[in-house]
């Protein structure tokens, strides 16, 4: 009985050495071969803004912020970015709130013109987010972003971009703002991702030829019906 006991645990013994070594074998396997990455389609729209978007998100978009950049600096970022995403065929883009404090009415309208003449050089179908206004930061820079809402959405069907008004989504409700009054928060970053989505079929426009911009400066053809406050 002894004997017969002994046989047993010595087979126990091969197979379970067995076992072993083929999970080792199965583990430096698996390790030098790692499963492939789940394939995701590219994606076919660029967000471009300030800090404001730095947390929205979007099927099929990609986001890139620059916290602090202005209307130029966004303008000169644009084409290298479209490099880096061959397969974009929309861009959005998030601009203006920087350049209020500069007090500098025309030459805004100027530079928002400027980067129309340079984004309808890549033949996108372009969508401009309109600002977002602030809480508890003053009633000169509420009307100023107020001002810029209004003439942005008047102009921007002229040079073949969809605008999305963001001004009346957020307009007194401070629940959606951080500390600041400028940033958004959580519930205020969902919104406006929604906002967006929901903002380009409304402002999908029929792509035809845009006006002839002649580089920066204001167009003398082009009257401003909302001039800013200087």
Not at 11 to 21: A, T, Y
Not at 50 to 78: L, W, Y
Not at 162 to 176: M, P, S, T, V, Y
Request: with cysteine; net charge positive; aromatic share 8%.
């Amino acid at each position: 009985m002894k004997v017969l006991f002994l046989s047993v645990m010595k087979i126990l013994s091969k197979i379970l050495g067995l076992i072993v070594s083929r999970v080792c074998v199965l583990s430096s396997v698996t390790a030098a071969c790692p499963p492939p990455l789940h394939q995701t389609a590219p994606p076919t729209t660029l967000i471009i803004g300030d800090s404001i978007i730095r947390n929205v998100r979007m099927r099929g978009a990609v986001t890139r912020s620059f916290p602090g950049a202005t209307v130029m600096d966004k303008t000169e970022k644009i084409p290298h970015i479209l490099k880096s995403f061959l397969e974009v065929t929309r861009i959005i883009i998030h601009t203006g709130t920087n350049d209020i404090p500069k007090q500098q009415s025309e030459l805004l309208k100027q530079d928002f013109l400027h980067l129309f003449s340079v984004v309808n050089q890549f033949h996108l179908r372009v969508f401009i987010s309109g600002p977002t206004p602030t809480c508890d930061r003053g009633v000169g820079r509420f009307s100023r972003l107020l001002s810029l809402n209004t003439w942005l959405s008047s102009v921007c069907g002229s040079y073949n971009m969809g605008f999305i008004n963001n001004f009346d989504a957020f307009w007194q409700w401070r629940n959606l703002f951080g500390a600041d009054g400028l940033h958004l928060n959580s519930a205020g970053c969902r919104l406006l991702s929604a906002n967006l989505t929901y903002g380009i079929p409304q402002g999908e426009l029929p792509r035809g030829d845009p006006p002839a911009l002649s580089g920066r400066p204001w167009p003398a053809d082009c009257a401003d019906p909302h001039p800013f406050t200087s």
